[in-house]
């Protein structure tokens, strides 16, 4: 069983910056790519942005790139999301998840098997 917990959610405001964490358990974290989604009240989750095993690859949504980073320590088991020039629309519920591929489907939810419970990300304008 691999449990993903997130942290470094919270109140910031707008063109502030935050930094999410994500610590997986077990032993075969580097196996896998790494993706992080959102989720507004009242609209579906939807991709933020992903990476792969070893961090050579990232892929990231037309909505977050240039402001966002994600990147990865294999040897803490930890993806983290660097949030920078935040905006009021980036107010969401933040999830990591784990997928086995890599790919044009990067984006979609369906191809995650593991998630986290979620952090709150608020950005005040």
């Known amino acids: 069983q691999v449990q993903l917990v997130e942290s470094g959610g919270g109140l910031v405001q707008a063109v502030g910056s935050l930094r999410l964490s994500c610590v997986a358990s077990?032993?075969?974290?580097?196996?896998?790519?790494m993706g992080w989604f959102r989720q507004a009240p009242g609209k579906e989750r939807e991709f933020v942005a992903a990476?792969?095993?070893?961090?050579?690859?990232?892929y990231y949504a037309d909505s977050v790139k240039g402001r966002f980073t994600i990147s990865r320590d294999n040897t803490k088991n930890t993806v983290y999301l660097q949030m920078n020039s935040l905006k009021p629309e980036d107010t969401a519920v933040y999830y990591c998840?784990?997928?086995?591929?890599?790919?044009?489907?990067?984006?979609?939810?369906?191809?995650?098997?593991?998630w986290g419970q979620g952090t709150q990300v608020t950005v005040s304008s």
């Open positions: 077990g032993r075969t974290f580097s196996s896998y790519a």
């Open positions: 998840a784990r997928t086995s591929m890599w790919g044009p489907n990067i984006v979609a939810v369906s191809e995650y098997d593991y």
């Open positions: 990476i792969n095993w070893n961090g050579g690859s990232t």
